[in-house]
């Protein structure tokens, strides 16, 4: 079935650096990739989308990359601030569905 | 800017009652979604609701589960007799098209 591989679990980087979460997908129908944002106790919240038809997508610091021949697509987030902390998750969806397969997500801790 | 509000925000409830989820889509959202979160664990789909009919389901939203959208406003998840796997956090999104909105969730208890 479909399924979303997210790595790593968790990343640690120091105030500044840039921060780098892949996920792999297993349908080749998938063609919208959304990553979410989760606060503690708060619900996702989408902070960047690409679709298939582009290859990257930029906005401020983030900006998404998409390999669909590999299946492979990546968050990058650049000078990274201790706000950005949070547990980031990417997710694929076919087109005609609306259906959210999500990656397991990972914990970003970025230290001041 | 407008938001996707959930209540309430936990509930604790016995094994085999029935509770219900409510939510309040955006206003100008045409889709609508249940998905849940057991702890430390990722989201998972439950079922995607449009034109007052459910589109899609996963394996999860047994007979246990109906969705309802009572009125022009809310939109409710019920589980008919609960279950201690049931406990997790249930969030409510919408959306107008491939672009989903999430709310902060209803984290559930069953005991």
Redesign the interface.
């Known amino acids: 079935g479909e399924n979303v591989e997210q790595h790593p679990s968790t990343l640690s980087v120091q105030e500044g650096d840039s921060a780098v979460i892949k996920c792999t997908y297993s349908d080749s129908a998938s063609n919208y990739f959304p990553w979410y944002k989760q606060e503690l106790g708060k619900g996702p919240q989408l902070i960047i989308d690409i679709r298939s038809n582009v290859g990257e997508k930029k906005d401020q610091r983030i900006a998404v990359t998409l390999n669909k021949t590999a299946k492979h697509f990546s968050l990058h987030i650049t000078e990274t601030q201790p706000e950005d902390s949070a547990v980031y998750f990417c997710a694929a969806s076919i087109m005609g569905t609306y259906k959210y397969i999500f990656g397991t997500g990972t914990r970003l801790k970025v230290l001041a | 800017e407008p938001e996707?509000t959930q209540t309430p925000s936990h509930q604790v409830t016995q094994m085999g009652q029935e509770v219900i989820l409510r939510c309040v889509p955006i206003s100008n959202h045409l889709?609508f979604?249940w998905?849940r979160q057991i702890l430390g664990?990722?989201?998972?789909?439950l079922v995607?609701f449009?034109n007052n009919e459910i589109?899609?389901k996963?394996e999860i939203f047994d007979d246990q589960f109906s969705v309802e959208r009572p009125d022009g406003s809310n939109f409710t998840l019920k589980i008919r007799s609960t279950k201690l796997e049931d406990s997790a956090m249930y969030?409510c999104a919408s959306?107008k098209g491939?672009?989903?909105?999430?709310?902060?969730?209803t984290r559930l208890t069953v005991t």
């Open positions: 996707v889709y979604y998905y664990q990722k989201v998972e789909f995607s449009y589109s899609e996963s969030f959306s491939y672009e989903q909105y999430f709310g902060p969730g």
